[in-house]
Every structure is written in structure tokens, then in C-alpha cells.
């Protein structure tokens, strides 16, 4: 027991501190990518289409623990060096924002085609349509399932370990090293740290689902 407490600190603080640092840093780079990309791609435009669906195609075509590793330790051996937090948000951002390039692309394109040619019959340019009549529904539409995609995110968090990151699971490795006993502990509390951050999460996408649907 004393053990445990003695454990508990450290997983508290600077283990859930660097998975919810790593895990919002990383949604704002899928938030700003994501809609960045899924709006080039309802631009229509021939090359830049492909560009993003090569992107897109790309990024969730390889494992996400390979892509940390090749940002962690392949950019460096090409110059480019990033530390092991800054390499795991870099990833996990980059993953994000491909997942939610189709999210937002799914939102625009749920917008019944009659509207955005409404919108043309009325004297409106093809930006003026996207700007005022498609985004605004398809932005409502896009609320619960990048709450689902942070979700994903936290649960991805815990591969950082593997490239050092001293989140959740690499705390408890390290304590668990010391003593063996406290794998049963420390796993649940690890277990119900995610559980308390992904929950509400999740909570509140089921709501805006049922609210905004």
C-alpha cells in the first residue's frame, strides 16, 4: 500500500499532465489540419483534390506507432530534430488532422446538393455558397464526431510510451519496474484515468449527437 501511494504522485501529476498536454496539442493540430483540408477539398479544385486525398490516404494507411517513430527518430537522422513529446503531438496531430479532413468532407458533402444550387440560382459565386449556406450546417455536424476523434486521440496517447514519453503508461512501467507488485494497482488507476477523461467526452458527443442530429 505504501508503495502505491508512493507511486501515486507522480502518475497524478506529471503522467496525466504530459497525456492530456500531449492529447489537446495534438487535437488542435487534427481541429486546424482537418478543416483545412476538408475545405480545399470541397474547393474542387483537380490538384489540389488529389494532394489531399493523397494526404488523407497516406496518413491512415500507416500505423500510427510507425509514423511516431519515424517523427521521433527518422527526422532526426534527416536534420531535423524533434524531442519525444513534441514528436508524439507532431504524429498524433498529423493522424488526427487526416481522420478529420474526412470528417469534415463527409459534413459538406450530407449538405443536400439542392441548397448549394439554390444558392447559385440566387447569383452567389461557388466560396459565397460554401461560406454561407454549406458550412454553417455542415460545421453543426462535425461537433460530435471530432469529439469522438479526441477520444481516439487520448487512447493513442498511451503509444507515446514507447518513444519515452513519460505519460500514464510509461509512469506506470516505470513504477511497475521497481516493484512488481503494484501492476494490478497502478493499471487500474491508469485504466480509470482514461476512463475519466474519455467519459465526459463521450457523454457530451452522445448529447450534441441526439441535440444537433
Given at each position: 500500500?505504501?508503495?502505491y ?24 493540430i ?15 479544385n483537380?490538384?489540389?483534390d ?7 490516404e497516406?496518413?491512415?494507411?500507416i500505423?500510427?506507432?510507425?509514423l511516431?517513430?519515424?517523427v ?6 534527416l536534420g ?11 504524429a498524433?496531430g498529423l ?8 470528417i ?7 449538405i ?9 440560382a ?45 505519460e ?8 511497475i ?7 494490478t ?13 474519455n467519459?465526459?467526452?463521450?457523454l ?6 441526439r441535440?444537433?442530429?
Open positions: 500500500m505504501n508503495a501511494l508512493h507511486a501515486l504522485p507522480a502518475l497524478l501529476g506529471r503522467g496525466l499532465l504530459a497525456t492530456v498536454t500531449i492529447s489537446v496539442a495534438s487535437m488542435l487534427a481541429l486546424v489540419g482537418g478543416f483545412g483540408i476538408g475545405l480545399l477539398r470541397a474547393l474542387r483537380p490538384l489540389v488529389a494532394a489531399a486525398i493523397a494526404y488523407v497516406i496518413l491512415r494507411g500505423p500510427l506507432l510507425v511516431m517513430f519515424f521521433c527518430f527518422g527526422l532526426p537522422q531535423i530534430g524533434i524531442d519525444a513529446a513534441p514528436a508524439a503531438i507532431v498524433l493522424w488526427g488532422a487526416a481522420n478529420g479532413a474526412e469534415v468532407r463527409g459534413a459538406l458533402v450530407s443536400p446538393r439542392g441548397q448549394s444550387e439554390a444558392g447559385v440566387l447569383g452567389l459565386g461557388r466560396i459565397a455558397v460554401l461560406r454561407s449556406i454549406v458550412l454553417p450546417q455542415a460545421l453543426r455536424r462535425t461537433v460530435a464526431p471530432f469529439m469522438s476523434l479526441f477520444t481516439a486521440i487520448v487512447e493513442s496517447s498511451s503509444l507515446a510510451a514507447l518513444i519515452g514519453v513519460k500514464i503508461l510509461e509512469t506506470v512501467r516505470v513504477d519496474e521497481n516493484d512488481a507488485t503494484l501492476w494497482p497502478l493499471l487500474l488507476t491508469a485504466l480509470a484515468l482514461y476512463f475519466a477523461i467519459f465526459p467526452v463521450s457530451a458527443s452522445q448529447r450534441l449527437e441535440k444537433l442530429g
